[in-house]
């Protein structure tokens, strides 16, 4: 069965501190696909970035960038210089090939930045 | 483009009580799925559908039930309200699983 581990449960940061946000991942599937989400205070569920299993790359956009290591199954997320606007729910999601559609979520990580 | 447009957005129920929370897009996703959220579990998977006439359970369906007549509307039916049913229900849609999922605002359900 898929499952999705979000250790840190919540973060604290000063404004421009480079914070990550860990993923790790179970699946005995092959073909799968990562998902990073983002919560902020107003509730709504926001998409950020979609992995597919085969494409190990590294992606960067902007001050986001997210590690991708098949080896240890997991999948992180990184802010370099943080911003208060940064503060959200972040959540990890997996979805595999022979899941018949299920799309799992980890319990995600609160980030507070602080000014 | 509304995108994905959930009602209502808050609720109160009394234990017992049956309601229908609604769920449209109109994006012409055939994928779409109804999550609930609660503190410190993430999003979990209620039900889901990938096409109109199809539906299937997702990790937590106990309670609830839903059905696809058309391809734009979701709508989940609790049956019979329980206290463990309050938490924060998101519908989302896209093009399969495996793909961006876009979520409506939520619809926050207290059962007391």
């Known amino acids: 069965a898929q499952k999705v581990t979000q250790a840190q449960t919540e973060i604290s940061v000063v404004e421009k501190e480079d914070v990550t946000l860990d993923c790790v991942y179970e699946t005995r599937d092959t073909t799968y696909y990562l998902f990073w989400y983002k919560q902020p205070p107003s509730g709504e569920l926001v998409f950020l970035i979609r992995?597919?299993?085969?494409?190990?790359q590294n992606e960067i956009s902007g001050r986001y960038s997210w590690n991708f290591q098949k080896s240890t199954s997991s999948f992180n997320f990184t802010i370099t210089a943080s911003q208060v606007v940064d503060s959200a729910v972040y959540f990890c999601?997996?979805?595999?090939?022979?899941?018949?559609?299920?799309?799992?979520f980890g319990g995600g990580t609160r980030l507070m930045v602080k000014p | 483009n509304a995108g994905v447009t959930q009602t209502p957005k808050f609720q109160v129920l009394k234990t017992g009580q049956s309601m229908t929370l609604q769920c449209a897009q109109d994006m012409n996703h055939e994928y779409m799925s109804w999550y609930r959220q609660d503190p410190g579990m993430g999003l979990r998977l209620i039900h889901y559908s990938v096409g109109a006439g199809i539906t299937d359970q997702g990790e937590v369906p106990n309670g609830y039930n839903v059905s696809r007549s058309t391809t734009e509307d979701f709508p989940l039916r609790l049956l019979s309200a329980a206290p463990s049913q309050t938490s924060v229900y998101f519908c989302a849609s896209g093009q399969g699983a495996y793909n961006e999922q876009f979520f409506g605002p939520g619809t926050r359900l207290t059962v007391l």
């Open positions: 992995r597919n299993s085969f494409d190990e």
């Open positions: 999601a997996l979805s595999e090939r022979n899941a018949g559609n299920m799309l799992t």
